[in-house]
């Protein structure tokens, strides 16, 4: 009996006690998470054509944001709020239904033409404005974006520990290794890694540069790379200033010497145009090179398991 009472009374003081689930879900740390959404959400300020949105969104791990629900919208209204003066447009995903243009409808021409048609309107994709309605508009403009990934569809690689998808082991280095599909500059580059979890490449060893020469030698063209035979790494200098020679550094301030790896490839650094102030390897033999930091280059994420 009196074992009966304990018991009793633990499961009555056990549910009393325990929290409520308590939802704290994680991504990368440039994404907000709505809880009653149960998504994360990222607004892109920076301004692009609607064609290069699926890409920029996709190599985050999420999607052009459809509005769908309440929460979408309300998301929508409350980051355009966060920024006053970038417009008051976003390009979201379109959500199947009929909208208004944004905008008013350009003059017709009602002069007939050769063959008759008059003034044909381009393409129109959708836009979130900052009232929170979905309108159109012509799909070249050049707008921030919204992306958005639900909670159950975020990428987390338990292994590698990254919020990404497509990470390769090196078992030979201990480490995880991805090329993302899209080019940046290497500003871009060395952001989306850490966005990511990880950094960009730092080579320390003759052994990591055998898996990383393997890695770029098996992954398939980054398209729209300004050239293929390179990937920016986790190096760069400042400008020197005179004849001063150019001295590089990795991203953890280290010389490549003191970092385990300093092989360039022949003739290199050569600061081609006297604007090569970043680190990349080269495909061909892994090696390093100076490239133009504002160049698009596909990159290489690493993140050390240790
Ligand atoms: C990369 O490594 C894999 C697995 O060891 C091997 O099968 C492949 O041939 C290597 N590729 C290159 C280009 O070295
Ligand atoms: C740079 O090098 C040139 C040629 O070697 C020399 O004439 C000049 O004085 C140097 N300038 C500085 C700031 O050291
Ligand atoms: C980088 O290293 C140099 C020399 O070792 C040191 O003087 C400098 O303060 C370091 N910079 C940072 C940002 O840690
Ligand atoms: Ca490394
Ligand atoms: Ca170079």
Excluded at 86 to 99: E, P
Aim: aromatic fraction near 14%.
């Amino acid at each position: 009996m009196e074992k009966y009472v304990i018991f009793v009374l633990c499961i009555i003081l056990g549910s009393a006690v325990a929290p409520s689930p308590k939802i704290t879900k994680q991504y990368r740390g440039d994404y907000v998470y709505n809880r009653r959404a149960d998504a994360f959400y990222k607004f892109h300020i920076e301004t692009v054509r609607n064609w290069q949105v699926s890409r920029l969104c996709e190599v985050e791990g999420a999607q052009l944001m459809v509005p769908q629900s309440d929460y979408d919208i309300m998301q929508l209204h409350a980051m355009f709020k966060q920024y006053p003066d970038i417009g008051n447009f976003a390009w979201v995903g379109n959500d199947g239904q009929k909208h208004e243009s944004a905008e008013e409808q350009p003059i017709i021409d009602l002069t007939p033409s050769d063959n008759g048609n008059s003034y044909v309107r381009g393409a129109e994709c959708s836009v979130g404005t900052r009232t929170g309605e979905i309108e159109i508009m012509p799909c070249y403009r050049q707008l921030p974006f919204i992306c958005k990934v639900a909670a159950k569809d975020a990428p987390y690689d338990e292994h590698c520990h990254v919020f990404g998808k497509d990470y390769k082991y090196y078992s030979s280095v201990g480490g995880c290794y991805k090329i993302p599909r899209l080019p940046y500059t290497w500003s871009q580059a060395y952001s989306e890694c850490q966005a990511e979890g990880a950094h960009l490449l730092v080579l320390n060893s003759e052994a990591e540069h055998d898996a990383v020469f393997n890695l770029t030698n098996t992954e398939e063209k980054v398209e729209g790379s300004k050239a293929h035979y390179f990937f920016f790494a986790g190096f760069r200098a400042d400008k020197p200033v005179g004849n001063a020679t150019a001295v590089f550094k990795t991203i953890f301030n280290q010389t490549l010497e003191e970092a385990g790896y300093a092989v360039w490839s022949d003739n290199e650094p050569n600061n081609a145009l006297g604007r090569e102030y970043c680190g990349s390897v080269f495909k061909n033999d892994g090696k390093l090179n100076d490239v133009d930091c504002t160049h698009e280059f596909g990159f290489i994420c690493e993140k050390e398991l240790s």
